[in-house]
Structure formats: C-alpha cells, structure tokens
C-alpha cells in the first residue's frame, strides 16, 4: 500500500508541476492584461472566459466525469472507443453552442457587457468554444489512460504557447482580439498533439453511440452541481458588468484572480484522486478508497490557510507591482475577501464535493451495494 500511496504522490506532483504553470498564467499574463488591453477590454475578456465555463457543462453533458467514472478500470481499447464517442457527440453538441453563440453576439454585447466593442470578440470566441470543449474532454481521457506524463507535458507546452502568443499579440497591437487568436491556436495544436498521443498509445477504433446513453445517464445529474458551482463563482462578473460596466469588471477580475490563489492547491490533488478512488472502488478496496480521501482532504488544508493570510500581507504589493494604480485603490480591498471566502470554500465545497460524487454513485447507480462508507476527513 505504501508504494501505492508512493506512486499516487509522484503523480500528483507531475500534475502539481503542469498545472501551477497553468493556474498562475492569468498572474504572469495580469501586468499585459491591465498595463496594454486596459481595464474595459480585460473586463471584457474575463466575461467571455467566464461564459464559455458556463457553457461547458451545457456542451459536454457531464462526458468528462462519465469516461473517469466509467472507464478507469477499463482496458485502453475500451477507453480508446469511449473517448472516440464522446469527442464525435462533443463535436454536435459544440457545433450547435458555437452557433448560437455567434448569432446571440450583439445582444450579449448590447444587454450583458454593455460595450458594442465586444460584439467581434464574442463572435470569435464562437469558435473557440468548439475548440475549448473538445480540448477539455481529450485532455480528460489521459487521466483514464494513466499517462500523467503526457498530460504535463501536453498541458505545460500548450500553457507556454498560450503565454507566448498572447504575449506576441498584445504587444504587436492586437488586443483583444489577438487574445483570442491566441488561445485558438494554442488548443488546435494542443488538440492536434494529444491525438497524436492516444493514437500511438492506443490507436483508434469505431465509436460506439450506445456507451453515449449510460454516459449521459451518469453526467446529466452532475450537470446542475457543476452549473451552481459556475455560477457561484463567476456569476459576480455578470453582475459587475450588468451594473457598473466592463471597466469594473476589469479591476475586479485582477483582484479576484491574485484572491483565488489559495484554491489552486486543491487542482493538483482532486484531478488526480478521482480516477485513483473510482479504480478502488470498482476493486472493492474500501478501506484504501477511504484513506486516499481522508488524508488528501487533510493536506488540502494544511497548503491553503496558510496562504490565505499570507495574501492579506501582499494584497498591495501585489497589485502596484503587476497592475496600474487604477486598480489598486479598490483591488486592495477585493483579495482579502477573495482569499477568506477560498478558505470557507475549502472547508465546505470541497469536502462535500468528495463525499457527493461517491453518493451519487450509489444513489442513482449501485443503490444494492452498500459497501462504501464515506469516510470520516477529520
């Protein structure tokens, strides 16, 4: 068990590696972002990021969680012809949300952001929206596969790329618009690699649309979790822009990305612990599946509060040092809420988010079997 625990451990580090680079590129990117784009543009950028989050869960339908779920004890044929059918249905289902997309531009432009200047941007995002939904689920599938090298190494160079790109636009003059330029070229080539890499890994095979309904079935009930916790945390953004204008939104969304550090911590152990507890528990090791939850949850605290208030000390240092004085004067008051409401969330969200998956999947999956006990986090 101790090597397991070892093994665990290395690869929530390589995880914790890839995406550290990806969880602080909006800080390395934030003195571009409000020194060049300015705060109405990048008010204007941080609604649409926020929109496609809020349009992913509509759009994948829960696939993501369903090929962990359904497939992490699978042989890699079978995990090879699940992710084929859930890409071809994300590709429809993405299809048909990018449309919409472009045609509802100007009234989300006109009535949400209230800045006819974004009417071109949205109607790019359009297609990067087809691009940000079938990157999520390919980048999913390597956690199933077990190939977490891949993954950081996929994920750092796509995060890199974006970086440099971005960087190369905004100061060449583009804007926003050379923004979004920026992250789809990065995701078409990122997207382009990983199916090259599951191609040598595991070759294709013909979809299978009959695993699409038991999928479904799993992610659909997941679907309204996932929208709530969208919601909960962007749906400020809407709110801001609604009422004060994307400028706001610009001056909040910095503060509020120094604010969120504490809880990227918990991506590095929660992408790793699903697909390592479903496995378990398909193997009925319940006593190990409670120990890998248990002692994560222990460690996720043990990183956040003290990051918490070291955030109250460096709220202001860190906003003269990475952004304009505009946004200093309210910023300074933002993180410090930001930063201790990530601590309550880690004392409530994501303890309950452990224990929810694992009810659900007995409630609506595997009612006769009462073998798993949700374990005791303190």
Known sequence: MAKNYEFFIRRVGLVGLSKSLTNFKGIILLPLYTKILGTSNYGILSIILVTLSILEPFIILGLNSAIVRFLSSQPKEKIVQGL???????LFTSIIASTVLFFSSDFIASTIIKDPSAVNPIKITSLYLILFSLNSIILGSFRVFGLIKSFSIITIFKTLLEIGLI???ILSGFGLIGVIFAFIIASTIS?????IRIAFYAGFTRPDFSLIKPYIKYGL??????LSIFIFETSDRYVIGFFLGPEKVGIYSA???IGIIPIIFSTYLMFMLGPTVFNL??????????????LSWKYLLMLSIPSVFGLFILAKPLLITMTTSIFVSEGIFIIPLVSLSMKHYFNTYLG?????????ICLFYNCNDNRLVLPSLF
């Open 84 to 90: 084929i059918t859930s890409i071809i249905f994300v």
């Open 352 to 360: 309950n988010n452990i224990c929810s998956n694992y009810y659900f």
């Open 281 to 294: 528990y398909d193997k009925g090791k319940i006593a190990e599946t409670k120990n890998y939850l248990s």
């Open 167 to 169: 960087a190369y636009f």
């Open 191 to 195: 997207i382009i690699v990983m199916l």
């Open 255 to 257: 503060a509020y990305g």
């Open 221 to 226: 009930p997941l679907i309204p979790i996932l």
